[in-house]
């Protein structure tokens, strides 16, 4: 079936801090990938996503790129803001039209200190 | 537009009870899904459904019930909660007719607690 691996956490880093969040997945053809984000008190809202092999998703200065030959969808910004401070979940859903069904990651906590 | 609306926001219910978590939408989407968020297990699947009157089971169904009688609306139902169903609940919504909207919208949850 259908999973995902992201780095456990939590993450603390100082403000300015470059921040990598690891994410691999397992999946039958092509998924879908997403990186989704969880601020305190919230529900989830869509970060970035990426369709097929060699995407870049971006959005808010973070970045991913949707690598097939190491299944891999790790999640990047150069320069943390203590406002980034919240759960990020790496998701995917499996190819093929109408499948809105996501597997998701079991989240990593990050917090960014001033 | 309000989104996803999900009552109650709080919960406490005593083994054995029922109730029913409310999830409405008003973005004319036809693909609804409730998850269940755990601490270290990330979100899971518990139904969905493609459409009003067709619904099916996710990955964590048992103990749940779902119908969908309307394209707004998915309650989720619980008949005998039990401490297991400790959680907090999400509801979530996709236009899966666009065909290139891959974006689910996500509800603000319901904190349930079973004693």
């Known amino acids: 079936g259908n999973s995902v691996t992201q780095m456990e956490g939590p993450v603390t880093l100082s403000e300015e801090a470059f921040l990598t969040i690891n994410c691999t997945y397992t999946?039958?053809?092509?998924?879908?990938l997403f990186w989704y984000v969880q601020y305190p008190g919230e529900g989830l809202q869509l970060l970035l996503k990426?369709?097929?092999?060699?995407d870049k998703g971006s959005n808010k200065g973070f970045e991913a790129t949707y690598r097939k030959e190491t299944t891999s969808f790790h999640l990047e910004k150069g320069s943390v803001q203590v406002s980034d401070s919240a759960v990020y979940f790496c998701?995917?859903?499996?190819?093929?039209?109408?499948?809105?069904?996501?597997?998701f990651g079991k989240g990593t906590k990050l917090s960014v200190i001033p | 537009n309000a989104g996803v609306t999900q009552t109650p926001k709080f919960q406490v219910l005593k083994t054995g009870q029922s109730m029913t978590l409310q999830c409405a939408q008003d973005m004319n989407h036809e693909y609804m899904s409730w998850y269940r968020q755990d601490p270290g297990m990330g979100l899971r699947l518990i139904h969905y459904s493609v459409g009003a009157g067709i619904t099916d089971q996710g990955e964590v169904p048992n103990g749940y019930n779902v119908s969908r009688s309307t394209t707004e609306d998915f309650p989720l139902r619980l008949l005998s909660a039990a401490p297991s169903q400790t959680s907090v609940y999400f509801c979530?919504?996709?236009?899966?007719?666009?065909?290139?909207?891959?974006?689910?919208?996500f509800g603000p949850g319901t904190r349930l607690t079973v004693t």
């Open positions: 999946a039958t053809g092509y998924p879908s």
């Open positions: 990426a369709t097929k092999a060699d």
């Open positions: 998701a995917l859903s499996p190819p093929g039209a109408g499948s809105y069904q996501l597997t």
């Open positions: 979530a919504s996709i236009n899966s007719g666009t065909g290139n909207s891959y974006e689910q919208y």
